[in-house]
């Protein structure tokens, strides 16, 4: 009967290291189960950050298609702006300088100093003079 008796006493130390090793087994994969839970949140959260990431940068891409155009446009108009003013001095250098003299006149000025400061002929100064000078009021 001892015989019996170790051979149970075996066999139940094989049964109860059977169940811890069962129950480890379980406590791995449960552990295993939520780590490839978390992975998987991890995974979808990367996913949703490189999607926002991706349109952020395509926004970026447009935003800067179009400020590229505008300033194009911009640096056109600034052309066009530029030759019309060039225009403009070269025809001030090439014209008496009438816009000048009617403002020296309103502030006073006569017939003698249109001719000497600005070179226009006596009739001209005389002319000016008399469409933009001080009217009197008598």
Known sequence: MPEFDVALILAGAALLLGLIAL????????????????SEALEQNLERQLELVRQSISGLTAGAVGMDKRMQRLEAREKVLAER???YEIQQVDDPPYGHAIRLVQQGAGVGRLVD??????????????????????
Do not use: Y
């Open 85 to 87: 003013q060039e225009t």
């Open 117 to 138: 400061e600005l070179g226009l002929s006596e009739s001209e100064a005389q002319l000016i003079t008399r469409l933009h000078g001080q009217r009197d009021s008598a």
């Open 23 to 38: 129950f480890a087994v379980i406590a791995l994969n449960r552990r295993l189960r939520a780590e490839k839970n978390r």
